[in-house]
């Protein structure tokens, strides 16, 4: 790296005790293999839920990240509380900040903040990655093929996805374009739309993975859950 990094991770999260533990300690352990050249804050922002989420999260957490408990059902406004946390707490230059985003029933891989540090490190102010489904039990047997099948990768490894559980964006950009909009659905298509009509410079790459859950009912209407029960019925 030539770049002394500060990175803020984002995780919004919504009635996700289930899933919630196998995030974090996934951040957690990516974050750690940063120290040497990074600083990193964690930033979970729990909207809307009923259940022990936010309690969980402090437990794993700890003094490793912030919990946030906001009353409002909405993910584009959890992003946003999560992006304006970390940034009211950082005295940096922004163009040395990255906001780097996940969901809470994701599990990222250990070098998922490294690869998008390297990106970054070249100039890019933006990354839009994949997601890889942990699981199709919750479908019929031919779900997965009709997922896979559509679920576009170009040779190159570019892709035309854009998922908020997978999308890293260097503050200044983030800034420049006025960040995450409060929208119960669709956050991240507006975000990406934004940076391109700014003619930000991003990337999207296939390299950079989560695995999210497969399962058919998500917590944002019209979300991946949804496209990925559709398949069920064609």
């Not at 707490?89 to 998008?116: I, K, M």
């Not at 854009?162 to 006025?178: E, K, P, S, T």
């Amino acid at each position: 790296m030539t770049t002394k990094w500060h990175i803020g991770v984002l995780v919004p999260a919504c009635n996700e005790e289930e899933l919630l533990s196998r995030c974090l300690n996934s951040v957690l352990a990516a974050s750690k293999i940063l120290s040497s050249y990074c600083s990193v804050d964690i930033v979970l922002a729990v909207n809307g839920s009923s259940d022990h989420t936010f309690k969980i999260g402090k437990a794993i957490l700890g003094a490793q990240g912030t919990v946030l408990n906001i009353s409002k059902a909405n993910v584009g406004n959890a992003r946003k509380t999560a992006a304006t946390a970390i940034l009211r707490r950082y005295n940096g230059l922004l163009s040395h900040c990255w906001l780097a985003n996940t969901d809470a029933d994701c599990e990222v891989p250990l070098n998922w903040l490294q690869h998008q540090l390297i990106r970054a490190d070249t100039g890019l102010q933006g990354i839009a990655g994949i997601v890889r489904v942990d699981s199709f039990s919750e479908h019929e047997l031919a779900t997965s093929s009709k997922f896979l099948t559509s679920y576009t990768i170009n040779p190159d490894g570019t892709h035309p996805h854009v998922h908020g559980a997978n999308f890293g964006i260097r503050a200044d950009a983030y800034v420049q374009v006025g960040g995450w909009n409060e929208l119960t659905t669709a956050e991240d298509h507006d975000l990406w739309n934004r940076m391109a009509a700014a003619n930000i410079p991003k990337i999207s790459d296939a390299n950079l993975f989560v695995y999210t859950s497969g399962r058919k009912e998500g917590r944002a209407p019209h979300g991946f859950a949804g496209k990925l029960a559709s398949f069920n019925k064609n």
